[in-house]
C-alpha cells in the first residue's frame, strides 16, 4: 500500500489567484475596476465545456464578482454594465441540451411525469442569475435599458425550456422584475410569451416552462385595468382556454385556473364564455384531468354574474349530468358534491322546467345501476334536495316518465 499524501487542499484564496487566462497571479489589491473586468473576461471564456477545476474556479471567481459589485455600485458605469451584461449572455444563453434520457420517470395522473437529473452546471448559473436580478432590482431601469433589448428578452424565454427547476424558477424572477421596471417591453414580452403557448397548443404539446409561465401570467393578469383591453380579453380565448385541451395540463392545472379565474374576477360577465369553452374541450378517457376541470367549473359557477344563470343552466346541467353517471366512482362522486354549492343550486332553480327532468332522470339511472354504493347514497341525497326544492314537479316528473 502506498504512503498516504499530506499536500494541503487548495485555499479559497489559491483558487482565486490561479488564473489559466492570465500571466500574473490574480490580486485582490488590483484597481477594483481592472478586478471586475478580469473576472468577467475569465468566466466569459471559461465554458461548461471547460475542465472541472476551471468550473469550480469560475464559480469562486462569480461568487467574488458579485460581492464586488453589490458592495460597490460606483463601478457600474456603462462599460463595466455593458461587460457584466455580455457576461451574462455569455453564459446563460445556450443551447439547452435534449431531454435527458436518464431521467427517473414515474406515472401520476395517467400522465408520464419525468423528473431531470440535477444539472452539473446549475451552481455557476445560479450565480449569474442572483447577478442579474440585482442588477435589475438595483439599477436605474433607464440605464440598463440600453443594454437590454428585444433579442435579450427572447434569449431568457427561450430558457424557459429547461429541465432545470430551480432554473426556470430564476427565470420566472427575473422576467417578472423586467416586465413590472420596464414598462417599454411589457407589450413585446407578452406578444412573445404568447407565442410559446400557442406553439406548445397547436404544434409540440411539449414545453417545461408552462406553469412558471403561467404564474408570471397571474401575475399579470392581476394588474390588468377594467374594463379589459380586447387584446386581454383574446388571450383568454385563444390561448388560456385552448389550454385546457393539453394533454399534459395537469401539470400546469393551478397556474392556469388562477390566471382564467382573474379575467373571470374582473369581468364577470366573461364567465359564461369561459365555461362553454372549457366543456367543448372535456377529456373522453382521462378521469384525473376530469376531476380537476369539475373543480375548476365549480369555482368559475361560484364568480358567475345571478343574470348569467338562467342560460347556462340547462347546458352546465346536462354535461354535469354525464360526470354524475360516470362509471368511474371519483369522478361520480367529485360531480355530485358540486350540489353542495350554493350558486350550482341557484343556478338549477333559475331553469327548473328545462333542468329537472334530465337530473331526475341521471339520479334515478345511478340509484338503479351504478355498481358504486357511496355513487347511489350521494344521488340519493340530491332527489331529496331536489324535492325539498319543488316538490310537485319532482313527483310530476317521477310518474311521467314511469319512476313511480
Known sequence: MGAQSNKPLPTLRHLFDQDPYSNKSFSFNNDLEEEVLSI???????????????????????????????????????DVLSSLLALVSANLFRPLPPPCTTAISSNVADDEVVIPIPSLTWPQLEI???????????????????????RFLLGLLSLFDSEETRERESLKNIYHQIYYRFTMYRSFMRKAMSTVFLDYIFETERHNGIAEMLELWGSIINGFAVPL???????????????????????????????????VHKEPELGGLVVRRIMRYWPLANSQKE???IEEL??????????????????????????????????????L??????????????????????????????????????????AHNVEALLQEMNPFLYHKILHKNGFQ
Open 229 to 263: 383591453k380586447e387584446e386581454h380579453k383574446v388571450f383568454l380565448k385563444r390561448i388560456l382556454i385552448p389550454l385546457h385541451k393539453a394533454k399534459g395540463m395537469q401539470g400546469f392545472n393551478k397556474q392556469l385556473a388562477y390566471c382564467v379565474y382573474q379575467f
Open 337 to 378: 358534491y358540486i350540489w353542495n354549492s350554493e350558486a350550482f343550486v341557484k343556478m338549477v332553480s333559475t331553469a327548473m322546467d328545462e333542468v329537472f327532468p334530465v337530473i331526475i332522470q341521471g339520479m334515478e339511472e345511478i340509484v338503479h345501476s351504478h355498481w358504486n354504493d357511496n355513487v347511489k347514497e350521494l
Open 40 to 78: 468577467i473576461s475569465f468566466c466569459t471564456a471559461t465554458t461548461s465545456q471547460s475542465a472541472p477545476a476551471s468550473r469550480e474556479l469560475k464559480r469562486f471567481k462569480l461568487t467574488h464578482l458579485f460581492y464586488v459589485v453589490k458592495t460597490s455600485k460606483n463601478i457600474l458605469h456603462d
Open 128 to 150: 449569474v442569475y442572483d447577478m442579474l436580478l440585482w442588477l435589475l432590482i438595483n439599477v436605474d431601469p433607464q440605464t440598463l435599458e440600453k443594454h437590454i433589448d428585444n
Open 298 to 335: 365549480e369555482d368559475l359557477v361560484e364568480k358567475l354574474e345571478p343574470k348569467l344563470h338562467r342560460d347556462l343552466a340547462m347546458p352546465f346541467c346536462s354535461h354535469m349530468n354525464k360526470c354524475f353517471n360516470s362509471l368511474n366512482s371519483q369522478v361520480a362522486e367529485r360531480a
Open 291 to 293: 376531476l380537476i376541470l
